[in-house]
């Protein structure tokens, strides 16, 4: 099983947007002859809204990757990050994968595994929760449908520019006492043992754009899966249960 995050297809701040999806590709041709299951854990696309009948244009090759995926009988799960939060039947109906729209605990390989994008998680700002809130309302989604997709991919590409997601530079790690996704998953296993409930064996990650890979406890592992902007970084979890971070190095990276 391979876990993937914060690919940002189509991001105007990537050199050449293409040349990322092709790579992205490449790696999913390397895995599929062995691939039980693929994760994608967020911020796949940089942008992605869809109206009743129309969506944005581009990421053929990757979608259509997808499609190639469930169609051998692979599966595919989308969860959603923030940047795209606004996927309503299209990526399902079109390429078979499964969304979930929230954090979710599986069973895989015999282990219990939490998956989240992790916006949101460990984040006290007000300002935030009323932005995330809002974002996800279906007010806010309606009165953005108004607006004429040309008029609105340009502003929502403008708005990625100015995010620090995409802009280049992502804090490093912060350290497990300031680190919102840790100091998050170790009130969560709390709240779970109080509570007489299992905890996961691994808490899988996007978001932070950081390769991280901590030892909560004997039994509990976290991990970061980092990007695909500047890492190629990606998580894969062998059929005995065990995971692992690993790179899309180079040398198997060839057009």
Same mark, same amino acid.
């Given at each position: 099983?391979?876990?993937? %995050? ?5 991001? &105007? ?16 041709? %390397? ?77 895989? =390989? ?14 006290? %700002? ?18 953005? %449908? ?14 990625? &520019? ?24 170790? =009130? ?55 995971? &692992? ?11």
């Amino acid at each position: 099983m391979y876990f993937i %995050s914060d690919m940002h297809l189509g991001a &105007a701040t990537l050199g050449n947007p293409l040349d990322y999806e092709r790579r992205v590709v490449r790696f999913l041709d %390397s895995i599929k002859a062995d691939c039980k299951a693929l994760f994608l854990v967020g911020d796949v696309i940089d942008y992605w809204f869809e109206y009743k009948h129309v969506v944005p244009k581009g990421f053929t090759r990757f979608l259509g990757k997808l499609g190639e995926f469930t169609d051998a009988g692979i599966e595919v799960h989308w969860f959603t990050g923030n940047h795209d939060i606004w996927i309503f039947g299209y990526i399902e109906k079109e390429t078979g994968a499964i969304v979930h729209r929230h954090g979710e605990t599986l069973n895989l =390989q015999g282990k219990l595994c939490y998956i989240a994008h992790g916006d949101g998680l460990g984040h006290d %700002s007000k300002a935030f929760k009323f932005m995330n809130g809002f974002f996800h309302s279906r007010l806010c989604q309606r009165m953005f %449908s108004w607006i004429h997709p040309d008029l609105a991919t340009a502003f929502a590409h403008k708005w990625s &520019a100015h995010s620090r997601l995409t802009g280049g530079t992502f804090p490093d790690y912060l350290g497990e006492n300031k680190e919102h996704l840790v100091v998050w998953t170790k =009130q969560y296993i709390r709240e779970l043992e109080t509570a007489g409930q299992p905890v996961p064996s691994y808490f899988i990650f996007g978001h932070r754009h950081i390769v991280l890979y901590l030892m909560l406890s004997s039994q509990t592992r976290l991990a970061i899966l980092g990007d695909w902007i500047q890492h190629f970084s990606y998580g894969v979890m062998t059929p005995d249960g065990n995971f &692992a971070l690993e790179q899309f190095e180079a040398e198997d990276d060839q057009p």
